[in-house]
């Protein structure tokens, strides 16, 4: 059984940066494809990267593109997200999700989930 524990979130500015970090425990972490996604209230959960266990291949939302970087320390078991440049529209709930499969922007293709962390981002 697939654990993961996401922490880092907060409040900050509109501007500033936030990483956060998602803890792995259970299925081997260095063959597994991680991903981020995030959700409002009354929303849909939205795509927002994710990146592959084959040579570390990433994808990215358009949104976050430029902005957002995902990145995994295998060794730590840990997926990390970092937002630089953050605005209003950033804010949701961020939640990180292990899947058996290549990459894929589908929360479907997801098969386990974090309890989520919070990101709100100020005016």
């Known amino acids: 059984q697939v654990h993961l524990v996401e922490s880092g979130g907060g409040l900050v500015q509109a501007g500033g940066s936030l990483r956060l970090s998602c803890a792995h425990s259970?299925?081997?972490?260095?063959?597994?494809?991680m991903g981020w996604f995030r959700q409002a209230p009354g929303k849909e959960r939205e795509f927002v990267a994710a990146?592959?266990?084959?040579?570390?291949?990433?994808v990215y939302a358009d949104s976050v593109k430029g902005r957002f970087t995902i990145s995994r320390d295998n060794p730590k078991n840990t997926l990390y997200l970092q937002m630089n440049d953050l605005n209003v529209d950033d804010t949701d709930i961020y939640y990180c999700?292990?899947?058996?499969?290549?990459?894929?922007?589908?929360?479907?293709?997801?098969?386990?989930w974090g309890q989520g962390a919070q990101v709100a981002v100020s005016t």
């Open positions: 259970g299925r081997r972490f260095s063959t597994t494809t």
């Open positions: 999700a292990a899947s058996p499969d290549t990459l894929s922007i589908e929360a479907a293709a997801y098969d386990n």
């Open positions: 990146i592959s266990w084959i040579l570390d291949n990433t």
